[in-house]
């Protein structure tokens, strides 16, 4: 732990004068975080605050502070992220701004103090020490195995993407000015302590990342000390800001962030272009031509009145089909989501195990990283997409990275976007698979036993289903 009072410390000094990391996994030690499935890891997390009374009261509604006062979780939170690590990480060749941002508030506005290229440790050390620089570490699940473990089960439990971010701030010192984010926020406080301060929100919800002066945010609704091992939640539009007291050597935590960009008005935009193409199919007023020249025109009242009748005939549709289809937000979360955690010796490409046949019981594996689609560009196709059809550590080197993306080729795109596609007839039994903890093949809602073998076959081929 960092020590208190005195004159302000070096990062060298701070780094040999910290505790040896704790070990955790002794024997008859309690768990700290309880990682059997991902509604126990979120429950651990808030503990001791129950699930329930969390999304009543606190979730997108107000923050919620956790504090703990207990030694193991402390040191558990000291694991995930440490000044220490940062000499080693600058070793596998850091860049600024891809991986770390330097950066101090001065008179209300950010200061960034990025050099150009990779990160060198004792330039770092020399900002921090001497410009009281923030270090700001950008996803650093890629490198600490804990982090990736959290971050993978909290994705399985919002259905969500999950980034982090981890701040080291030097005593006397802020990093970033009044800010809001478009993230609910989860902050761990791991080492030293920070001073926050949170304001009612201009923007509820907020879309969009904003930095609001000092003169508009009025005074805090809320003012603490987060010290090692507390947890820190608040929603989206919160206004907030965080410095290292003095005589508190310098701070570390790590914000953990979720639910950017899903709201219920993404999800519409995203769905309704496939509600739409798929009622045009049926419904000739959707396929009649729009009125002559109405692109052209300043006063559209008649035809407004014509779309509000034709988004009605919509949603009669969307109630009687009780079918509501992700298109690009189901396709960029399964592909940009963190791979199951599973350990350095696991192997998840590699089937293995009893070839399933007609008599066999199957249990689909990685659930929570199944998805299965039926997809409105693809005419009488469902897909199955998993983790396990592409590159598992590639996916974890570059989460929340943007670089996925823009890197890969079209034809690679194409392969982790499609993942196994079946005939539309399938649907039903793949669903059966999905929904239940084992089936056995010949159960499957298919017309014939070469239908089902086959389907048992392609998904134990890919490492879907394990056979019992």
């Known amino acids: 732990m960092p020590r208190k009072g005195g004159k302000h410390a070096g990062m060298a000094e701070e780094t040999q004068a910290q505790c040896k990391r704790p070990k955790l996994e002794a024997a008859g030690s309690p768990s700290v975080l309880s990682f059997g499935s991902p509604d126990s890891l979120f429950r651990s997390l808030i503990s001791p605050v129950e699930e329930e009374v969390f999304f009543r009261e606190y979730w997108e509604q107000k923050p919620l502070l956790v504090r703990r006062n207990d030694a193991l979780v402390a040191a558990y939170y000291q694991c995930l992220f440490q000044l220490s690590d940062l000499k080693e990480l600058c070793r596998q060749g850091l860049c600024y701004g891809r991986d770390v941002n330097v950066c101090r508030c001065v008179n209300g506005k950010k200061k960034v103090l990025n050099k150009e290229g990779r990160v060198n440790y004792m330039q770092l050390k020399k900002d921090f020490d001497q410009k009281k620089a ?14 990736w473990k959290i971050q993978e089960k909290l994705e399985c439990y919002f259905g969500s993407l999950v980034g982090s971010n981890v701040y080291i701030t030097p005593q006397g010192s802020q ?3 009044p800010h809001y984010d478009d993230v609910e926020v989860f902050i761990l406080q791991l080492e030293g302590e920070k001073h926050w301060r949170l304001y009612k929100p201009t923007v509820p919800l907020a879309r ?22 507390d947890l820190l939640y608040f929603p989206r539009g919160t206004i907030h800001q965080a410095d290292t007291p003095q005589g508190i050597s310098y701070s570390t ?5 979720t639910y950017q960009n899903n709201s219920w008005g993404d999800f519409l935009l995203d769905a309704i272009p496939g509600l739409v193409f798929d009622t045009a199919k049926e ?3 959707l396929r009649t031509s729009i009125p002559r020249q109405l692109l052209m025109q300043v006063n559209t009242a008649d035809s407004t009145k014509k779309l509000s009748s034709l988004l009605r005939r919509l949603a009669d549709r969307l109630e009687s089909s009780g079918e509501l289809r992700s298109s690009d937000m189901k396709k960029d979360f399964i592909m940009h989501r963190l791979p199951p955690y599973l350990g350095c010796d696991s192997d998840p490409l590699t089937p293995g195990g009893k070839l399933p046949k007609i008599d066999s019981k199957i249990r689909l594996q990685f659930r929570d990283h199944a998805i299965i689609t039926v997809e409105p560009d693809q005419e009488n196709a469902v897909s199955i997409r998993s983790p396990s059809l592409y590159a598992w550590g590639g996916e974890r080197e570059t989460h929340m990275m943007g670089t996925e993306a823009d890197t890969a080729s079209e034809d690679s795109l194409a392969q982790q976007t499609h993942g196994l596609r079946f005939p539309l007839s399938y649907l039903d039994a793949l669903k059966q698979i999905w929904s239940s903890s084992t089936v056995h093949v010949k159960e499957l809602n298919l017309s014939s036993d070469q239908e089902k073998e086959n389907l048992a076959l392609s998904l134990w081929t890919e490492c879907l289903i394990e056979v019992l």
């Open 134 to 147: 923030t270090i700001q570490f950008h996803q650093p699940q890629r490198f600490k195995e804990e982090l």
């Open 175 to 177: 990093g970033l000015p």
């Open 208 to 229: 969009e990342y904003n930095v609001e002066s000092e003169d508009r945010i009025g005074s805090p609704t809320h003012e603490f000390i987060l010290k090692p091992g």
């Open 253 to 257: 935590h790590v914000t953990i962030s």
């Open 283 to 285: 419904d000739l007023a």
